[in-house]
């Protein structure tokens, strides 16, 4: 399994992006996607995820901001990502679990300006 993450870039505090997913395969086959994030100096830590059946979590920090969904059609998992904050910036993997295997997509870097 194949994951392309694109989508990040800079923007205002205040402001929104939509950053993409992209599988090799079918994301109805992935028991888990989700999305992390690691900010400069910082551990990598859980962001959102979605299970198979349309359930989805979210960190508490980005509750009710933040919002991921799927375009089974396209193989493609979104994470919208209203309302940014400064501490929002850092660089923004996909992940996904199949059949007990984990994959990571490259990251996109998410910049918010104060």
């Known amino acids: 399994v194949q994951l392309q993450a694109s989508g990040g870039g800079l923007v205002e505090a205040g402001g929104s992006l939509r950053l993409s997913c992209a599988a090799s395969?079918?994301?109805?086959?992935?028991?888990?996607i989700g999305w992390y994030r690691q900010a400069p100096g910082k551990q990598r830590e859980w962001v959102a995820s979605?299970?198979?059946?349309?359930?989805?979590n979210y960190s508490d920090s980005v509750k009710g901001r933040f919002t991921i969904s799927s375009d089974n059609a396209k193989n493609t998992v979104y994470l919208q990502m209203n309302s940014l904050k400064p501490e929002d910036t850092a660089t923004y993997y996909c992940?996904?679990?199949?059949?007990?295997?984990?994959?990571w997509g490259r990251g996109t870097l998410v910049t918010v300006s104060s």
């Open positions: 992940r996904a679990n199949r059949r007990g295997y984990n994959y």
């Open positions: 395969t079918s994301v109805l086959s992935m028991t888990l």
């Open positions: 979605m299970v198979s059946g349309g359930s989805t």
